[in-house]
């Protein structure tokens, strides 16, 4: 039977005068706790962010394919199936398979309180956040949880269903072999998974991922990983004052500093006034994960006529390529 909370009946009581009060002062508290909203820099930044005015790159490089990735691409930008294919591939097939086994169950007992509120939790994060023209994979944090109680609510009717079939054997080792399968399959297993990807637990696929590492999403699973070794082979090799193109400034000054080659001249892919001034010969850090619509047409451009110095890799994946470009002010780039 469905309880009703006497707060909820409380409130359902009140007239809308007294909604509005309640809700005024619920507010009134908010700002007086947070007086930082009222301040006019606060509100400029604020309608700056809303109005994706702070965004410096656009796009995100997705399966070899570049997507427009903004709140105002909606509904385009990056694909619908964007965080159904991150469970699919993701996820260890075990907490998977419980995952998919817990859906159907809530699904099952949706006019139940628990399964209800973890149902419409669980939609109202998958559709509208699939809907949306922006997507990345740090928004799946909120959504975890839910996928792991799902889990383990289908981890639970399953184990229920098999120790109903144990419980006829009188044998107490089948209970002992059900519990430590239960523990192998569900616990030690993605805590293997999750061991053996140390450091580098972004680039984790699962099987139905086909080993294709950094292949689906090289901007969250890649990030910077393997600049520095990138970046410490261009100071062996460059000459003096030699032009260096990348996308992550700092982390190229900060390295240019640490290896001794502080006359290196670092210049942005993505700004054209910086590789206008750069100079004719230079070096140029190519990531996929740091291909945008700023950028595309020049390593596009590069990629179609030279062929990288330096490749870096992780595993199995490159993770950076260095070119050696002449003549990078002349360089035709495709439309």
């Known amino acids: 039977m469905l309880e009703i909370h006497p707060s909820l009946v409380l409130l359902d009581a009140l007239s809308w005068r007294q909604r509005a009060i309640f809700y005024g002062i619920l507010a009134l508290v908010f700002l007086a706790t947070n007086p930082a909203l009222l301040l006019p ?33 909606t509904p385009g930008g990056t694909p619908i199936y964007f965080y159904v294919l991150y469970l699919l591939v993701k996820t260890p097939l075990p907490i998977l398979a419980a995952m998919l086994a ?16 973890l149902s419409l939790m669980f939609l109202m994060w998958i559709v509208p956040y699939s809907i949306v023209g922006a997507k990345w994979l740090r928004y799946t944090l ?9 889990g383990a609510i289908g981890i639970v009717k399953l184990f229920d269903l098999l120790a109903g079939l144990v419980k006829e ?9 059900l519990v430590a399968a239960f523990v192998l399959l569900f616990f030690l297993a993605p805590l293997w998974s999750a061991a053996r990807s140390a450091p580098f637990y972004s680039l984790y696929l699962n099987p139905l991922g086909f080993g294709r590492i950094a292949y689906f999403f090289p901007h969250d699973e890649i990030y910077d990983v393997g600049l520095r070794e990138t970046i410490k082979q261009i100071c062996r090799e460059a000459v003096p004052e030699a032009s260096v ?67 870096t890799m992780i595993r199995d994946a490159v993770v950076a390529r260095v070119y050696r470009v002449e003549n990078l002010a002349q360089l035709r780039q495709p439309k």
């Open 41 to 73: 820099d606060t509100i400029n930044y604020l309608i700056a962010y809303a109005t994706e005015q702070t965004l410096t790159h656009h796009g995100y490089f997705m399966m070899g394919h570049l997507y427009p990735n903004n709140v105002s691409d």
């Open 102 to 117: 817990g859906l159907i169950i809530i699904f099952k007992k949706r006019r139940e309180p628990g399964p209800f509120f």
């Open 142 to 150: 909120s959504l975890m949880p839910i996928i792991y109680i799902i």
């Open 169 to 177: 054997r009188t044998n107490p080792v089948f209970r002992r072999a």
């Open 245 to 311: 193109g990348g996308e992550s400034s700092s982390v190229f000054r900060y390295y240019f500093d640490k290896f001794g080659r502080n006359d290196l001249r670092y210049f942005n892919l993505s700004d054209p006034a910086e590789r206008t001034a750069a100079l004719s010969s230079a070096y140029v850090v190519v990531q996929d994960g740091r291909k945008y619509f700023e950028n595309i047409s020049l390593i596009e451009a590069i990629e179609s006529r030279y062929r990288p110095a330096v490749v």
